[in-house]
């Protein structure tokens, strides 16, 4: 089997990282990560590299004058890698419409809430100031506007009464770890297609077809 080869860039933690390292260590999953990237050289998240033997680099964004130049060295490294997938994992830099456009439907970021709902920063803060019931994580298909893009899985947490931005975090960071994951062998077992900017997940072989990820394990 060959299995798709997929680059994840980070800037911090990388506990999303990590998950995805540990579904690749299952031999029969459809992907492997051959190089993990980040932009900054203090990312936590490079150790999960380093443990794993995965080849790992730094590219600073500080050391570009443009973001053009930033992103063709980002572009250089996944081609020398030949990487086919690229997962942004808490990566902090937004990358420029020529990269995006490049990388169409070959790059996916995933978000802390359920998106349409809270694009960008601060989303349990402004969850939990909004009063929802719930909230969750979304993995989608990057476009050009920020957290905007065909939705391919969401897992949908509940926010509790006596919830902080601390607590509520957390249990979506869980729901994270699970929904990558799953949107990664999706992907990489050629069952997500884009039709009409929207993410058509394509039924396992003998299973009838499920629309509804939640609990992301059951598809
Ligand atoms: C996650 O909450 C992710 O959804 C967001 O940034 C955070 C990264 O966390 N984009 P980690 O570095 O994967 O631990």
Redesign the pocket.
Known sequence: MARLKVAVL?S??????AALIACCAAPDFPAEIRLVLANRAAAA?LAHAARAGIPYGVIPHRGFARREDFDAALDRALADAGIELVCL??FMRLLGDAFVARWRDRLV????SLLPAFPGLDTHARALAAGVRFTG?TVHFVRPAMDQGPIIVQAAVPVLPGDDEAHLAAR??AA?HRAYPLALRLIAAGRVRVCDERAVIDAAAGTAPRAMLNPPEDV
């Open positions: 980070i911090g933690r990388g506990s999303n990282l998240g994992a808490g970021n995933i978000h802390p994580c979506v960071l994270e």
